[in-house]
């Protein structure tokens, strides 16, 4: 059990590691659909073509914009291309940076759908049938051109009447076919080098500025992650304040009323005030309120933190802004600075 524990908290305390599973996961789903989908060409001139590019590359233009929905580097992306300027400097590598991983692990699932359909070759075959060559094989020499064109748009359909064990349809089915896989093929192996030559290159370069690039994206990403779980603590503890605000509120209405409630069996009346301080006398719990206690207070806070972030210097950004109100929401800001703790999340 430690250890499925510790294997989720690994995968939940890394986006990398989370955003290569969700890939992982988009491109067996693809390979998944298309073993089961039932592939049926509609065998008409008109329409051939257009079915089988369709079925080539629409899926994958679905597949990648999942990719891109499944993807949360997608939205840090938007929002630091499209942020603010405020007193932080926008970084024009580390939207490059982003934009790049982003599209690397999009792109996974539509290459390999487009790669399994062109290895297979029926999307090819249909899409293609009707614009062979006729010259190119001899069975043809006593059709009319209609005739011809009626026959090719029906190669996809090998129990069709009219090619049903025809020499001519094995002929140029075997045709397309082999061209499809030689398209597959080529692409795959294209693919492969340039994987190779990035990975064996890139090490004969200087790293520097990709180092910085890796470091600063995957710093804008936790640092808004640790600003949503900040949020999130502030308006537990917000909203505790106020429901123990009401309790008080109504406890001492009730008192006026005369309709508080006495002692019984030795128990004592509920004293949401008393409490709070004996808790906070007793266990020392700090307060994630730091000052912002009402509503405007909390709204200008989050309008500062989207028109101005504070600065990536920990000696400026313990300093609030001059003529903007506010504190801070996180009680973990003074103790511990976004590069100590974006250390334990990345591996540069």
Excluded at 9 to 34: D, P
Excluded at 202 to 222: E, H
Excluded at 315 to 324: D, F, I, K, Y
Aim: glycine content about 6%.
């Amino acid at each position: 059990m430690d250890k499925f524990r510790m294997i989720f908290q690994y995968f939940q305390s890394s986006s990398e590691s989370i955003m290569n599973g969700i890939c992982l996961i988009l491109a067996v789903a693809t390979v998944k659909i298309y073993s089961s989908f039932d592939f049926n060409c509609p065998c008409l001139p008109r329409y051939n073509t257009l079915y089988g590019l369709g079925l080539l590359f629409t899926p994958p233009v679905a597949l990648f914009l999942c990719g891109l929905i499944a993807n949360r580097q997608s939205v840090v992306l938007i929002e630091e291309w499209r942020r603010p300027m405020g007193r932080r400097k926008k970084d024009p590598g580390i939207v490059k940076y982003l934009c790049s991983s982003v599209l690397q692990r999009a792109l996974a699932a539509p290459v390999v759908w487009i790669l399994l359909a062109l290895l297979d070759g029926k999307c090819f075959i249909c899409a293609f049938s009707s614009s062979v060559d006729p010259k190119k094989f001899s069975d043809f020499a006593n059709m009319t051109a209609s005739d011809v064109q009626l026959f090719l748009s029906k190669v996809p359909c090998k129990d069709d009447e009219l090619v049903r064990d025809n020499p001519a349809r094995k002929a140029v089915s075997r045709y397309l076919r082999c061209l499809s896989q030689a398209i597959g093929w080529s692409i795959m192996l294209t693919l492969i080098v340039m994987a190779f030559l990035a990975r064996s290159l890139q090490p004969c370069f200087d790293q520097t500025r990709l180092v910085q690039r890796r470091y600063w994206s995957n710093y804008v990403d936790l640092e808004q992650k640790l600003f949503d779980e900040t949020c999130c603590e502030h308006a537990r503890d917000f909203a505790h304040k106020c429901v123990l605000h009401f309790f008080d509120s109504m406890r001492s209405e009730m008192k006026a009323r005369g309709l508080a409630a006495a002692r019984q069996d030795g128990v004592i009346p509920w004293d949401s005030k008393a409490e709070a301080e004996g808790q906070e006398r007793e266990g020392g719990k700090k307060d994630l309120l730091r000052g912002i206690a009402n509503q405007k207070q909390v709204n200008q806070l989050l309008t500062t933190w989207y028109r101005s972030k504070p600065p990536l210097d920990i000696t400026q950004a313990l300093q609030p802004p001059p003529g903007e109100g506010g504190g801070s929401l996180s009680h973990r800001a003074t103790s511990c600075p976004p590069a100590t703790r974006f250390s334990q999340h990345t591996d540069v």
